[in-house]
């Protein structure tokens, strides 16, 4: 084509747009008052080629390959082919298609869903610890050893070994010896009854050995009415400066006579092969059979083996006391304890309907706790609980005794609605409060005998203090007070009830009068209550002075010399020769003093860690004879506590579903 004809196309070109603009500009100079027809006309040839002039001029968003170096899409944007065949922008993150554009990549770059699922990818690729090295595959007999041990140590039935071990073989597909286990319930029990057990009790006697060690034993009866005892020993570890304590076995007793009992500690031993002369004390609840005045357990240890030192059960004497002490008060007090928590015991719509009445003085959705028949120091938390329920039970009952006159509920209603009875169970709770801490103290798991005697002493100074003139109380050992000495008793007015108690007997006296009859009686019980709980702890622990010989466990009297040599010590107690020489051990308590890094006002475990612990220079024990020895004195005891825990790890064990387990799988 030569130039002529390129300037003709253009002209007509040009020609064409202006003809187009000027015919549009008349039929907007027309509008709809021109000619109809013609305009009809001109709209309908003109419109079918404006449609299509407007599809050929869309434009199509295609995949660029710019998108995939882009550093924000790069570690996550990939290509894809959908079910068109094009190409289309691909989440590697969350497994999804995104529109076709930067601006959409863009958006579901910063969608809640991608950004939560790329911290996820991030934390996954953070750089994982050095494997260690690959353990050697365990043989068949020791993969069931472990299993048995599991199940054993959670409690669980002997019929799971065998979905256990399907469990461990889908998880473990490629473990041969995995393969090669044959665990039934049967095979477990077995296990369990021959082997683990023996091995433990193994273990247990093999540590007795080598200590001097205390004799722990109870004897409760179980839920399948048979009578068992549990015997524990405990010892002093120097290396790990704690008390350990080692189970020993489980016996069955055919009857709860003394005899029977100690015939079977002592064939239990020989059992075990444990030398009686590593038994230096023994401790046990403080009945009749054990600590009587016939012939009990103790007396006959004492009689055969006379250098055993039998020690009762500070707890049970303190909760001895505790229960005579409380024969002072007004029984209706017990009784209210008790008859409110078996109102609420069996019926959960009674507690239901207890629940809408404490919500009125914003008391909380507590449950009232019941009072043990034989622990009488559970009867504090039951007191608390009352207390901090009153108003609401007050309320309750008030309607209760309207829907169900019974004697027992009215009885209840009256001791609520008496002023008095808050005044006594507030006092019952202060009381019962430092009963129950010094009991708390001795169940410890820290040697303490040696503590016993201050312990008591405080004790007995707080209670007389209460009734009793200061300077009177100050002259006099609190073991030996005589608290009938009414002469040195303070005006019955004076007497000391608690901040509580005191509080409420004060509002009641404003009411009714602070020299009315009922004032009076309140302060004379609280007194007598008071004058019976001292006179018990001095009687029950009369015996004190017989562990003077523990003295020089005090940091105090070691670090002052006060007992210049251990030499009556080892008087008191002949076989401590057989641990170390009198004389090696006399030496180095007298050279332990003259440590600048000891004194006398260190606490006793933080004074003898640091004799323990001290080295000389090529890293021996500077007192090795006099830890050893120290050793033997803390491995006295001083509460039946350990044992407890046995028996209540059994009766986790062997509850409704576990009554007929065999003797020897339980031990």
Same mark, same amino acid.
Request: proline content about 5%; overall charge negative; hydrophobic content about 40%.
């Given at each position: ?17 202006? !003809? ?52 924000? =899409? ?38 809640? +869903? ?24 365990? !043989? ?11 199940? *054993? ?9 065998? %979905? ?7 998880? =473990? ?14 095979? +477990? ?8 057990? $023996? ?26 009415? @048979? ?49 009686? @002369?590593?038994?230096?004390? $023994? ?27 039998? *020690? ?26 008790? %008859?409110?928590?078996?109102? =609420? ?11 809408? =009445?404490?919500?009125?003085? %914003? ?19 039951? /007191? ?26 009215? !009885? ?9 009875? /808050? +005044? ?26 040696? /503590? ?14 209460? $009734?009793?003139?200061?300077? #009177? ?15 040195? #008793? ?8 608690? *901040? ?22 309140? &302060? ?7 004058? @019976? ?5 001095? #009687? ?80 021996? &024990?500077?007192?090795? #004879? ?5 050793? /033997? ?35």
């Amino acid at each position: 084509m030569d130039l002529f004809s390129l300037i003709k196309v253009e002209e007509s070109d040009v020609t064409g747009m202006g !003809s187009d603009e000027s015919s549009n500009d008349d039929r907007r100079r027309d509008g709809p008052s021109g000619d109809a027809g013609s305009s009809k006309d001109g709209e309908q040839s003109a419109a079918p080629s404006r449609s299509s002039a407007r599809k050929k001029a869309k434009y199509e968003i295609k995949f660029s390959e710019g998108w995939l170096a882009y550093p924000l =899409f790069s570690p996550w944007l990939q290509k894809r082919i959908d079910g068109a065949g094009k190409f289309v922008p691909f989440c590697g993150i969350c497994k999804t298609a995104i529109t076709m554009g930067k601006s959409a990549i863009m958006r579901h770059r910063a969608s809640k +869903a991608h950004q939560r699922a790329s911290r996820m990818c991030a934390n996954l690729a953070k750089p994982q610890p050095a494997m260690q090295a690959p353990v050697p595959p365990s !043989s068949p007999s020791e993969m069931e050893m472990k299993m048995c041990s599991f199940l *054993v140590e959670n409690n669980l039935p002997m019929s799971l070994s065998e %979905n256990l071990l399907a469990l461990l073989r889908s998880l =473990f597909p490629a473990n041969e010896a995995l393969n090669h286990v044959t665990l039934d319930g049967q095979k +477990a029990t077995n296990t369990i009854r021959q082997m683990l057990g $023996f091995l433990y009790m193994k273990e247990g006697a093999e540590q007795l050995k080598g200590h001097k060690f205390s004799l722990v034993i109870d004897e409760p009866t179980d839920m399948a009415t @048979e009578s068992q005892m549990a015997v524990i020993g405990t010892y002093f570890d120097a290396e790990s400066f704690k008390m350990n304590t080692v189970f020993i076995d489980l016996v069955d007793l055919p009857n709860g006579k003394a005899d029977t009992i100690y015939t079977a500690v002592i064939q239990c031993l020989q059992e075990k092969h444990l030398p009686m @002369e590593n038994v230096i004390g $023994f401790c046990a609840n403080t009945c009749s059979v054990m600590f009587g005045v016939q012939h009990p357990v103790s007396q006959l240890l004492r009689k055969h083996h006379p250098w055993i030192v039998p *020690v009762k059960c500070s707890g049970d004497l303190i909760r001895q006391c505790a229960s005579r002490a409380s024969l002072k008060l007004p029984k209706s007090l017990e009784d209210l304890c008790r %008859n409110i928590h078996s109102h =609420f015991r069996m019926c959960l719509q009674k507690r239901d309907a207890f629940r809408e =009445f404490q919500d009125l003085p %914003n008391a909380d959705d507590h449950r009232i706790l019941g009072a043990g028949h034989t622990r009488w120091l559970a009867m504090k938390i039951c /007191v608390d609980r009352i207390l901090e329920q009153y108003e609401a039970l007050k309320a309750y009952f008030q309607g209760v005794a309207i829907e169900d006159p019974t004697h027992t509920n009215d !009885s209840i209603l009256t001791s609520l609605t008496n002023a008095f009875t /808050v +005044a006594y169970l507030e006092f019952m709770s202060y009381n019962l409060g430092r009963l129950a801490s010094f009991n708390k103290l001795f169940q410890s798991e820290v040697p303490l005998l040696h /503590v016993l005697k201050h312990e008591v002493s405080q004790l007995l100074l707080g209670l007389s203090l209460d $009734f009793m003139e200061l300077s #009177h109380v100050r002259m006099c050992d609190p073991l030996d007070l005589n608290v009938n000495d009414e002469e040195h #008793h303070m005006p019955l007015c004076n007497v000391y009830t608690g *901040v509580k108690a005191s509080s409420t007997i004060q509002s009641v006296g404003d009411s009714i009068g602070a020299k009315h009859p009922d004032i009076t009686l309140f &302060q004379h019980h609280c007194k007598q209550f008071l004058i @019976e709980c001292v006179t018990e702890i001095q #009687h029950t622990f009369s015996n004190l002075q017989e562990l003077d010989f523990l003295r020089c466990l005090e940091p105090a009297v070691a670090n002052n010399l006060t007992i210049p040599s251990l030499a009556p010590l080892y008087q008191k107690l002949p076989y401590l020769e057989e641990v170390a020489s009198v004389q090696d051990v006399d030496t180095e308590w007298r050279k332990h003093s003259t440590l600048p890094t000891l004194n006398g006002s260190l606490p006793v475990q933080e004074y003898w860690r640091g004799v323990f612990t001290l080295k000389d220079a090529c890293g021996n &024990q500077v007192h090795p #004879h006099l830890s050893k020895i120290i050793s /033997v004195l803390l491995s006295f005891p001083f509460s039946n506590a350990a044992v407890e825990r046995v028996f209540s790890q059994l009766r986790l064990i062997k509850d409704d579903r576990w009554t007929n387990i065999k003797q020897e799988r339980l031990a």
